[in-house]
């Protein structure tokens, strides 16, 4: 087997030298290992060109959402098998995937095990392989990214300031291919799986790969419903989120409204298209194959 492995150096606060290592271990002589680690500069286009020019049978990636995301956005039509390595500050996917948080059980699954396709969403001209939203989230990532603070930390030291800035809440107009609905809330999300990567479920009917997404339009910050997402069993009240599963959507809103995908701050938007593309990606999640 001929692996790509991207490393991100700086997600997660978090020095990958031992996931190299154990990578490094499992391969024997019939697998080759080629390593790219991102700059965050024009890694997009270095790493489509690598995949153009040599051929691969696994990418495997050490980061979080954001760099798992870039890859899928490399591989365009030719999706090959991703095998996650988590080491972001979230990992909203690999939790969302059930993927074990203990190395020496990931990087065997990452590497050979059996692969499960995953939905996508299209979001304007990038991906979304997890969670994407308007208002408050998005502006606690622009704020986290701005931050010196990385890591689980960093991102409750932002949350707490973020809550007392934000402008919400939004006026969103959501148009999908039956309604236009006009609906108003201090964040709305484009959610394909169930969970944020702290464990908060925001979308308990979520599926990753039913060919649908669902757009959740938070309607206020209301302290025990959001300890409530703490607990899968424990219904949201419909006063505080409202979920509209859909395949496509348009979205707009009056002013610009901080967004982000996967955890990647994009910028203020008015507008945002989205579609589902279903069974997009392969991702490493079974057990690994006994050969
Ligand atoms: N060498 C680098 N120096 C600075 N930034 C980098 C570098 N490599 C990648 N990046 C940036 O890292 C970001 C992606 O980080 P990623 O989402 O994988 O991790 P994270 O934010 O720590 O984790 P999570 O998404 O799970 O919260 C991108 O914005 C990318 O531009």
Redesign the pocket.
């Known amino acids: 087997m001929n692996f790509l492995f991207i490393i991100?150096?700086?997600?997660?606060?978090?020095d990958k030298t031992h996931l190299l290592k154990m990578v490094k271990n499992k391969l024997n002589r019939e697998h080759q290992l080629s390593i790219y680690?991102?700059?965050?500069?024009d890694?997009l286009h270095k790493i489509k060109d690598k995949l153009l020019n040599q051929k691969f049978d696994r990418v495997l990636?050490a980061?979080?959402?954001?760099?798992?995301?870039?890859i899928a956005e490399a591989m365009g039509e030719n999706q090959l098998p991703i095998g996650i390595i988590?080491?972001?500050?979230?990992?909203?996917?690999?939790s969302d995937l059930d993927i074990p948080d203990n190395a020496k059980d990931f990087v065997p699954i990452a590497m050979f095990g059996e692969t499960k396709k995953i939905d996508a969403i299209q979001i304007n001209d990038q991906l979304g392989l997890h969670i994407s939203d308007f208002g408050l989230n998005a502006e606690l990532i622009k704020e986290?990214?701005s931050s010196f603070l990385?890591?689980k930390l960093g991102?409750a030291i932002n949350s707490i300031t973020t809550l007392f800035q934000s402008k919400g809440p939004y006026e969103f107009e959501i148009i999908t291919p039956t309604e236009t609905l006009h609906k108003k809330g201090i964040m709305l999300a484009l959610a394909n799986s169930k969970k944020f990567?702290t464990g908060a479920v925001i979308n308990p009917n979520g599926k990753i790969d039913d060919g649908i997404f669902e757009i959740l339009i938070f309607k206020k910050l209301d302290v025990l419903e959001i300890l409530k997402t703490l607990d899968i069993d424990k219904q949201l009240s419909s006063d505080f989120v409202e979920c509209i599963p859909v395949k496509k959507v348009t979205i707009k809103t009056k002013i610009p409204v901080d967004f982000q995908i996967?955890?990647?701050?994009c910028k203020s938007l008015k507008e945002v298209n989205a579609h589902i593309l279903p069974k997009k990606l392969k991702i490493a999640i079974g057990k690994q194959p006994l050969t």
């Open positions: 991100n150096p700086i997600s997660g606060n978090e680690k991102t700059t965050g500069k890694d990636v980061g979080g959402d954001g760099t798992i995301k870039m988590p080491a972001g500050s979230a990992n909203g996917l690999a986290f990214e990385r890591g991102y990567g996967d955890g990647e701050y």
